[in-house]
């Protein structure tokens, strides 16, 4: 079955730096479009970044794109997200996701990874 498991979350001060990692199976990774979704507590679940199959942009967050990249290694089945300069409002739980490329809406998501931000 479709699983996506996502890893490196934890706790930073702001300024700092995280790597998230999502690993993929049960599905063609190299030929789905990916993404991350975050979702603060009281917030609705909002896009962070996502790719096409290939890795070429599909969308960014215009409050992300100086500061995370996103990146995939389809033999690895692998999807990444490097975070810098973390602010406070980053903190959320940060999610993988299979994408809709036309829509860039997520048709499913991992479990999550906790990501809080300390001032």
């Known amino acids: 079955q479709v699983r996506m498991v996502e890893s490196g979350g934890g706790s930073v001060e702001a300024g700092g730096s995280l790597r998230l990692s999502c690993a993929a199976s049960?599905?063609?990774?190299?030929?789905?479009?990916m993404g991350w979704f975050r979702q603060a507590p009281g917030k609705e679940r909002e896009g962070v970044a996502g790719?096409?199959?290939?890795?070429?942009?599909?969308f960014i967050n215009d409050s992300v794109k100086d500061r995370f990249t996103i990146s995939r290694d389809n033999a690895k089945n692998t999807l990444y997200l490097q975070m810098n300069n973390l602010e406070p409002d980053d903190s959320a739980m940060y999610y993988c996701?299979?994408?809709?490329?036309?829509?860039?809406?997520?048709?499913?998501y991992g479990q999550g990874t906790q990501v809080t931000v300390s001032s």
């Open positions: 996701a299979r994408v809709v490329c036309l829509r860039r809406s997520a048709v499913d």
């Open positions: 049960g599905f063609v990774f190299g030929a789905t479009c």
């Open positions: 790719l096409y199959s290939m890795g070429e942009i599909l």
